[in-house]
């Protein structure tokens, strides 16, 4: 179980890598997405993967059974998935927003905050 | 009737008695910050409202900041553990003098910033919520700086990103779109990283808790704790604005309104660089050990890069963004030492770091106001029009430098004694070097701005004409908060005793976290 999840983790990454490089956003917002998930999956799969016993403290019992999965690294994705869907829905306002206002999707051609044909340096001092 | 867990033995995971009163400081900063954060949202349509609780709440943070100072001068490092479970079941709070420091440091530039802001802050950006975002900020930074949990540090860096992302774009001009791209995009990839790395690291120790991590992390195999070290070192790197991922900090810093870049450049860059020295000190020393290499040329490279860009820019902000980058890479070659020297030197460093770029920041920004333009090339003449914004730039460009009697000098001086003891002479070489290249770019930007009397060309020899006076709420607000901040600059470079112990015991803390671990398991180890 192990196995089959890091090796979709490694796929997950080589999507996400392959889609941030990209000159495209709306194809690093999915990079962004696609690497979100794969952290979360490195999370989860990182706390062990014993899915047999729930980890509840049955009636009577002051412990939980031996094997119970962990709860722990799912808590930890909950918050991380509820902070990366915020982030993600951020960015995707925002890269709609440049879409509108500089009417670009390229990467290349979004240089107004460091403008191509930038001033030599000063030589006086 | 009896109660079912009466033969439950409970001492041995909840704790017992109340954390004391006067330890609840550690949370103090965050919980105001919090607070005042919501507040203001609230109160979102009263303007006259929102600037006085906004210094209000940053006045009482900077209050609670100085007394945890105080605290931990005292009694050594301060600990508090949430919700009665024991550590490193509860998430704790750890303060040592390090993150004390460092979150009173931030948040002296933030009141400072709250009183400037009044300047330029219009009441469209008001509505948009500057202040709550502001406090937000300010409690994500100092939340960084005090949690004793790594992965509650994951959540402070993200309400300080969401935070900073909402005032990047506040305003909404084109050039600020195209800056929050590139900030946005980067810094979360640089969170993705930080958040995998902390999944390895659970994975191999089971825990997350600093203190608990410190004393088992060392028993890891070392290949597996140099690829978290290693990974811990490029996500905090990305954020810290460290050479080879440093392309984002020049790209966007200098979109925002002034406040904002001041702000950004004064507090966020440094909580990167505190979470690579807490994390790779405390928790991973040997990973750290084996990186050695690796830090020393990742600061030595942006020690030279950071200036030598600045050089080259004829845009004010961006060449004081590239002073930023330059600072980052002075605080990693005290990681990269990790001495007493070195990391003590590093902390007064980001110490007087905060201070001084939030300061550089400001006056830039009163430069901007006088002459309409962010151009170096068509400023000039400032000098004769305003003699001691003169003198306050000029003072700043000698701080940063690291130039005597400024409180630039001492941490310079903390560090080259520490690289000369350890023989790390490219990084005393990187040191000095950073301090020259540094000195000529400001210098040189004090030069064209101040001393020459018009814009480059042939008129630059006549009086500028473009230049505007300040209005009487620029002169109070912008000018006159840059003042103070200066001013407590300068007296904090005159008397630099307390502050020498100060990082002095930071270091010796982080190099043998014994009292910071025997702090947050007070309650565990209670007889």
Partial sequence: ?125 | MASPYESLDLPPAMIESATPAADWVVVWPVALALVGAGLLVMLRGRRDMQVAFAAAFVAAIVVSNIYLVMRVFEAGPLAMTMGRWLPPFGISFAADMTGALFSLAASVSALVVVFYAQSEIDSREHRFGFYPLLLLLLGGVCGSFLTGDVFNLYVWFEVMLISSFGLIVLGGRKVQLDGAVKYGFLNFLATSFFLMAIAYLYGLTGTLNFADLASKADDLPLGAMLTVAALFLFAFGMKAAAFPANAWLPASYHTPAISVSALFGGLLTKVGAYAAIRVLMVVLPEGRLMLEPVIAAVALATMLLGPLGALAQTNIRRAIGFLVIGGIGALFAGLALGTQHGIGGAVLYATHSILTLTAFYLAAGVVEKMSGTQDIRLMGGIYAANAPLSIVFVVLVFAVAGLPPFLGFWPKLLLVEGGVRAGQWFLVAGLLLNSLLTLMAASRIWAHVFWRNGPEGERSEQPNTMLRALTGAEKRYALGSTVVLVALIVVLGLFPNWLFTASGMAGFDMLDPTRYIDAVFAEVNRP
């Fill in chain 1, 1 to 125: 179980m192990e196995i089959a999840l890091v090796g979709l983790v490694a796929v997950f990454f080589a999507v996400a890598v392959y889609l941030l490089l990209s000159k495209s956003i709306i194809r690093m917002l999915l990079g962004i997405v696609v690497i979100g998930n794969a952290v979360n999956l490195v999370l989860f799969t990182a706390g062990r993967l014993t899915a047999e016993v729930p980890p509840i403290i049955p009636a009577g019992e002051y412990v939980p059974l031996a094997g119970s999965a962990n709860p722990l690294p799912q808590a930890l994705i909950l918050t991380a998935i509820v902070i990366g869907f915020a982030l993600f829905a951020f960015l995707l306002v925002l890269g709609y927003r440049a879409y509108q206002e500089l009417d670009a999707d390229n990467t290349d051609t979004m240089r107004l905050a460091e403008p191509e044909d930038a001033p030599r340096p000063p030589l006086s001092y």
